[in-house]
Nanobody, 118 residues
Framework: EVQLVESGGGWVQPGGSLRLPCAAS????????MTWARQAPGKEREWVST????????AYAASVKGRFTISRDNAKNTVYLQLDNLKTEDTAMYYC???????????RGQGTQVTVSS
């Protein structure tokens, strides 16, 4: 059974940082791209970032490029999202997602809440 467990969320002031780990199990982790997405209250879910199975070719939404960094540790079956220079508009539930080799969504975690406010 595929499991994705996010953690690391919380409250932070504007300009602050958080690091979100997502622990994965139930599949051969390094074979699959992994994605972070987010959903703010009253808004649709938004793609944030994706990284290939070998950690190559990280991609970012324009709204987070230069502030967020995706990485993965295949030895620990964990993908990370480093959030720096946070803004109030980054407030959302952040989800870890497993993708097929074709890029389609196959599994999503339960999410971790990030709140940015002063």
């Amino acid at each position: 059974e595929v499991q994705l467990v996010e953690s690391g969320g919380g409250w932070v002031q504007p300009g602050g940082s958080l690091r979100l780990p997502c622990a994965a199990s139930g599949f051969t982790f390094n074979n699959y791209p992994m994605t972070w997405a987010r959903q703010a209250p009253g808004k649709e879910r938004e793609w944030v970032s994706t990284v290939n199975g070998d950690g190559s070719r990280p991609a970012y939404a324009a709204s987070v490029k230069g502030r967020f960094t995706i990485s993965r540790d295949n030895a620990k079956n964990t993908v990370y999202l480093q959030l720096d220079n946070l803004k109030t508009e980054d407030t959302a539930m952040y989800y870890c997602e497993k993708r097929s080799v074709f890029g389609t969504l196959t599994n999503r975690g339960q999410g971790t809440q990030v709140t940015v406010s002063s």
